[in-house]
C-alpha cells in the first residue's frame, strides 16, 4: 500500500509525491474505462432500437432477435464492468483515507517522540542543576561558622 496522500508537506520528492502521480494515474486510467463502459452501452442501446423495428420475413426478425440479445448481452456486461468499478472506486476512497489517517498517526507520533525527548534532555538539564546547586549548598554549609559554632563540643574530660 503506498503511504501519504494526495496532498504533501511540501518536499518535491518522497512518498507522498510517488502516491500523488499514483493517484493521478489510477484516476486516469479510471476515468478512461468509465468512458469506454459508458460508450460501450449507448453503442449498444442505440443499436437495439434501431433493430427493433418489425420486419416481415421471419429469418430476419430471428437473426435481428439473436442481434438485439446480443447487444443486450454486451450491455449488461459493460453495466457490471461499472459496477465493479464503482466498487473498486468505493474500496479506493476507503483505503485511502485510512492511508492517511495512518499517515496522520504517525506524524502525530514523531511528534510526542520529539517532545518526549525534548523533555528528557530538561529534566535530565535540571537534575544536573539541582545536583550542583545542591553541592554548592553542602559545601557552603559544611564550611560555614554557624555550622561549626553550633556543633557541641567533645572535650577530652566529658569522653570515656
Known amino acids: 500500500m503506498n503511504k501519504g496522500g494526495v496532498g504533501g508537506s511540501g518536499g518535491g520528492g518522497g512518498p507522498t509525491a510517488a502516491a500523488a502521480a499514483a493517484a493521478a ?11 469506454a463502459d459508458i460508450g460501450n452501452i449507448v453503442d449498444n442501446f442505440s443499436f437495439l432500437v434501431n433493430v427493433a423495428r418489425v420486419n416481415d420475413p421471419p429469418v430476419r426478425n430471428s437473426q435481428e432477435a439473436f442481434m438485439m440479445e446480443m447487444r443486450a448481452s454486451r450491455m449488461v456486461q459493460a453495466a457490471d464492468t461499472l ?16 492511508a492517511s489517517l495512518n499517515d496522520h498517526v504517525e506524524q502525530r507520533t514523531e511528534e510526542f517522540t520529539e517532545q518526549a525527548e525534548k523533555t528528557e534532555c530538561m529534566l535530565s538539564r535540571i537534575g544536573e542543576e539541582a545536583a550542583a546547586s545542591l553541592k554548592e549548598l553542602e559545601s557552603h554549609y559544611y564550611s560555614s561558622a554557624e555550622r561549626t559554632s553550633s556543633l557541641p563540643s567533645y572535650s577530652q574530660e566529658t569522653m570515656p
Request: charged residues 25%; positive net charge; aromatic residues 8%.
Open 83 to 98: 459496477l465493479k468499478l464503482v466498487s473498486e472506486l468505493k474500496q479506493t476512497a476507503i483505503f485511502s483515507g485510512f
Open 25 to 35: 494515474q489510477k484516476q486516469k486510467s479510471l476515468l478512461q474505462r468509465v468512458d
